[in-house]
């Protein structure tokens, strides 16, 4: 359990990048306004020009504004349960995303340049073990945002229909409605998953989903606070994510043992974790550290 000191430590970061994002949506506000202000001046020939840069700081100030968001909200919860009585688990970034967007939960995956999976970060054990899902049955909206859909959109009437084995399971788990988007950073760079017990989603939903998406993307993923003595990044999103390199040792492991190509190495974790019914990264744990054989 964190110190008082450690937790004003943290809270006043938390508030210094609420305010650096105001600042920075503040500063491209006032660049889109003076290009918008001066969009019927002479000559003609520029003011496609000027409306092109009026979008482009919009687009960005309303990104830091979503930013500067999800940070005061992250902040005040933070704050209550610092100075509260602490009865529930100590609240997490994507928890603010979740609330924000207004549903039960939301899950961010980041992938590599080969579609890995590099990292995984929760808003809680309903998003954690939807994600687990899509890894065991290979199928669900990260897999087909990451395939190139750029908006998945599903109520309880779509779910098994469109899922057939992950939408059962999904509804196991008090889910009725997911929504899906990619995170675009010049690429697809991962999706944004959310799932609520509504069995309609409103139409809002993707809308907005859309736009945390490219803030996360673009501003979240990118600030960086230095390195962790394991290399890997420092930051908001980064300190709560989990990391999903024992998977693939695992299925370098498993390809070498079966004498297979990496995409059957997979398939064979994921089948083995759907018949024991338990996650992809246990059964990879197991093989790492217990010398679990597959075949």
């Not at 990292?119 to 897999?143: F, I, K, M, N, Y």
């Not at 996360?216 to 290399?231: H, Q, Y």
């Not at 998977?247 to 190509?261: E, F, I, N, P, R």
Request: proline share 4%; hydrophobic share 45%.
């Amino acid at each position: 359990m964190r110190s008082y000191s450690e937790a004003y430590r943290e809270l006043a970061q938390v508030w210094r990048e609420h305010r650096a994002e105001q600042v920075r949506a503040e500063r491209s506000g006032a660049i889109a306004a003076k290009y918008e202000s001066a969009l019927d001046k002479p000559p003609p020939s520029m003011q496609p020009f000027r409306q092109r840069m009026a979008e482009l700081h919009r687009q960005i100030e309303a990104r830091h504004l979503a930013c500067a968001r999800l940070h005061r909200l992250h902040a005040l919860r933070l704050q209550r349960w610092y100075f509260g009585d602490r009865a529930d688990l100590r609240p997490v970034f994507m928890a603010a995303v979740a609330v924000l967007l207004g549903v039960d939960s939301a899950a961010v995956t980041v992938v590599g340049h080969a579609g890995d999976e590099l990292l995984v970060a929760t808003s809680d054990g309903t998003a954690r073990a939807a994600h687990d899902l899509e890894l065991v049955v290979g199928e669900g909206p990260g897999h087909e945002v990451l395939a190139g859909t750029r908006l998945v959109a599903a109520d309880a009437t779509e779910l098994t229909t469109r899922w057939p084995q992950y939408g059962p399971a999904l509804t196991e788990l008090g889910v009725r409605s997911v929504v899906a988007v990619p995170l675009v950073s010049s690429q697809v760079i991962g999706a944004l998953c959310l799932f609520t017990d509504q069995t309609v989603l409103h139409t809002e939903i993707s809308s907005a989903a859309v736009k945390v998406a490219d803030a996360l993307a673009n501003t979240v993923l990118l600030t960086t606070s230095g390195t962790a003595p394991d290399g890997s990044p420092r930051g908001i999103l980064f300190d709560e994510a989990d990391y999903l390199p024992a998977l693939h040792q695992a299925v370098g492991m498993v390809a070498v043992q079966c004498t297979c190509d990496l995409d059957a190495a997979l398939a064979l974790l994921r089948a083995r974790a759907f018949t024991e019914n338990v996650t992809v990264t246990e059964i990879a744990r197991r093989v790492l550290q217990d010398g679990y054989q597959l075949c």
